[in-house]
Structure formats: structure tokens, C-alpha cells
């Protein structure tokens, strides 16, 4: 009798109401914790010249002051063009929920300070400049473990493929941002790549699977 009881109890706990009870609820659901994006300046959002760019609107271009890495003391005055639409992009990162905004790029601190106030830049999570890069032969390359976070959730948006070299899978590549194209639309496109990513809970096997094959895990024996 005990056992017949047993079993219509488990009975009405498997197709009666009692399976709602046991599913899990959004709110007991872990929440995911923020999807961190990595962004590079040169050549992905901004690009500095000695000339003043042309087809460009006055918005995309201002002079920064900037120092030669040689013997001249003297400074120089660049023109820096910023790719169409990267203010608002960076405006959009910067307000959305559930992401937080890092910087990692190749130039040196001096020069990349100058990039990030223009952009909005200067109070993001952390910003990784030259120093924090990684010597690879002769080009230098990017390491994500350097911000301490779960690579699970971080993305670097950049525009050289040596920079995923050590973590293929947290790449998204963009074409080269060279301060000619007034009507690029290629921010638009990553704002769209980082909203599918927003909810996922591992990024890596989504971004791995844009990323060209010679870009991949392929260059890792390489690194030995």
C-alpha cells in the first residue's frame, strides 16, 4: 500500500502541476554576469594621419597633438579621423545593460589617452596599452588574460588578426577603419554581432565559428 501510494505520488509530481514547482524560474536562473568588450582604436574606431583626411565631415576629424618615438623633440600635429558613427557606438556600449567596456591597444599610453577622451573613453573598466602587449616574432599580439575576467564573456573587437592569436575564440574582426570611407557601416554591424552575444553564456563557440580559418587554433602550436 505504501509503495502504490509512493508511486501515485510521483506520479502527480512528474505530469501533474507539481512539475512547475520544480522547474526553474527566471529568477533562480544564474544571472549572467556582464559581457565585457574589448575594443582597439587604431584602425578599428579612429585613424591617425600627418595629413588631414579627406570626404570627411567635420565630425570625424579633430588635430591631436602627438610625440615622434625618435630623436625630434619637437611635437607634432596629427589629424586623427574617427570612423563614421563610432561616438554613438561607443555612446550605445557605454549605456547599455549588461556590458561593460575595457580597452586594449597596441599604441603607447601617451597617444591612446588622447583617442580615449575623444571617444568617451577615458572612465571604461580598464585600457591595456603597448606595455601590456605580447612580442609574437616581429607584430605583437593581445593577451585577455591580462584583464582577469572569465573569458566566457569578453570579446575583443578588432581589426588585426594577430590580435586573437593567443584567444582565437574571443575574436570579432572588423575591416580596417584607414579614415577614407565616410559612409562605412561596419560599426553598425559589430553593434548587431555584440547583441546576440549579450544573452549567450559562453561567447567563444559563437565567435569561433565567424572566425576564417587561418585566423584559428591553427597558429597556436606557433606559441610553444
Not at 589629424?79 to 591597444?105: C, I
Amino acid at each position: 500500500t505504501a509503495f502504490i501510494a509512493g508511486a501515485a505520488l510521483m506520479a502527480s509530481l512528474r505530469d501533474g502541476p507539481g512539475l512547475a514547482f520544480f522547474a526553474a524560474s527566471p529568477s533562480t536562473r544564474p544571472r549572467l554576469s556582464p559581457l565585457l568588450v574589448v575594443l582597439d582604436l587604431d584602425e578599428t574606431l579612429v585613424h591617425a594621419t600627418l595629413c588631414r583626411p579627406s570626404n570627411l565631415g567635420p565630425e570625424q576629424e579633430q588635430e591631436i597633438p602627438s610625440w615622434l618615438p625618435s630623436r625630434l623633440a619637437q611635437p607634432k600635429v596629427d589629424f586623427q579621423a574617427t570612423g563614421k558613427g563610432a561616438r554613438d557606438f561607443v555612446s550605445w556600449l557605454l549605456r547599455e545593460q549588461g556590458v561593460e567596456v575595457a580597452v586594449y591597444t597596441a599604441g603607447t599610453e601617451a597617444y591612446a589617452q588622447q583617442s580615449l577622451e575623444q571617444l568617451g573613453l577615458s572612465g571604461v573598466s580598464a585600457a591595456l596599452f603597448r606595455d601590456e602587449c605580447v612580442p609574437f616574432g616581429l607584430p605583437i599580439t593581445k593577451d585577455l588574460t591580462k584583464l582577469g575576467r572569465d573569458l566566457s564573456r569578453v570579446v575583443l573587437v578588432d581589426n588585426a588578426r594577430r590580435s586573437f592569436w593567443l584567444q582565437p575564440e574571443n575574436g570579432l574582426l572588423v575591416s580596417d577603419w584607414k579614415g577614407r570611407n565616410a559612409t562605412d557601416s561596419e560599426l553598425e554591424r559589430v553593434r548587431e554581432e555584440l547583441l546576440k552575444l549579450l544573452s549567450v553564456e559562453d561567447v567563444r563557440p559563437l565567435l569561433k565559428a565567424q572566425l576564417p580559418v587561418s585566423d584559428g587554433p591553427s597558429l597556436l602550436p606557433f606559441l610553444a
